[in-house]
């Protein structure tokens, strides 16, 4: 083993034999996957496949036990192990739902305040239209007046203010026009 100074970086996710199923459905069977600090990574695949059931593993909201699915085998998410484990102490997962899961009867910069009021080491001053303004969303606009392409970016906007060690995608850009799509490529590169 090297000194701490020459040792490699745990990676962000590391899965070794990871096994899940949907009830009867094996959805990923002895899946291996290496994600370092800082990687982007695409998963891509036909509709059905898992991909969504994996992002909500990764990001604790499936657990053992949890009815219709089973998974096995190792997955390590921020240096903690969360596979067989009801419960872990993981760093912070933002979520981009692909059905946004805002609040509808909140406002923009008020999905996003609730974010920056629970994100680790609670509010750093900044306003929750900072995160918006930069997607053309006034923090004013009430969430069941927007478009879907609207929300997404108000989800998007929610996550990164968490300040989350890991951000994981659900479809970031599906209804949103090829611009918005560019930008959204940008903000995860940030």
């Given at each position: 083993?090297?000194?701490?100074?020459?040792?490699?970086?745990?990676?962000?996710?590391?899965?070794?034999?990871?096994?899940?199923?949907?009830?009867?459905?094996?959805?990923?069977?002895?899946?291996?996957?290496?994600?370092?600090?800082?990687?982007?990574?695409?998963?891509?695949?036909?509709?059905?496949?898992?991909?969504?059931?994996?992002?909500?593993?990764?990001?604790?909201?499936?657990r053992p036990g949890d009815p219709g699915f089973a998974f096995g085998g190792s997955l390590e998410v921020l240096g903690e192990e969360v596979v067989g484990r009801?419960?872990?102490?993981?760093?912070?997962?933002?979520?981009?739902?692909?059905?946004?899961?805002?609040?509808?009867?909140?406002?923009?910069?008020?999905?996003?305040?609730?974010?920056?009021?629970?994100?680790?080491?609670?509010?750093?001053?900044?306003?929750?239209?900072?995160?918006?303004?930069?997607?053309?969303?006034?923090?004013?606009?009430?969430?069941?007046?927007?478009?879907?392409?609207?929300?997404?970016?108000?989800?998007?906007?929610?996550?990164?203010?968490?300040?989350?060690?890991?951000?994981?995608?659900?479809?970031?850009?599906?209804?949103?026009?090829?611009?918005?799509?560019?930008?959204?490529?940008?903000?995860?590169?940030?």
């Amino acid at each position: 083993m090297g000194s701490p100074a020459t040792r490699a970086a745990a990676p962000a996710v590391r899965a070794r034999g990871l096994r899940l199923c949907a009830g009867s459905r094996v959805l990923l069977r002895d899946a291996d996957l290496t994600v370092a600090e800082g990687e982007i990574l695409l998963l891509a695949g036909p509709s059905g496949a898992g991909k969504t059931a994996f992002l909500r593993l990764l990001a604790g909201l499936l657990r053992p036990g949890d009815p219709g699915f089973a998974f096995g085998g190792s997955l390590e998410v921020l240096g903690e192990e969360v596979v067989g484990r009801a419960r872990t102490r993981r760093g912070r997962v933002g979520v981009v739902f692909q059905d946004h899961a805002l609040f509808t009867g909140l406002t923009a910069a008020e999905n996003v305040a609730f974010a920056l009021d629970h994100r680790e080491g609670g509010p750093r001053g900044e306003a929750p239209e900072s995160f918006l303004e930069p997607l053309g969303i006034p923090g004013d606009a009430p969430i069941r007046e927007l478009s879907g392409g609207q929300r997404q970016r108000v989800a998007i906007a929610r996550a990164v203010a968490s300040s989350p060690s890991l951000i994981v995608w659900d479809e970031p850009t599906s209804g949103l026009d090829p611009a918005l799509c560019d930008r959204v490529g940008e903000l995860i590169r940030e």
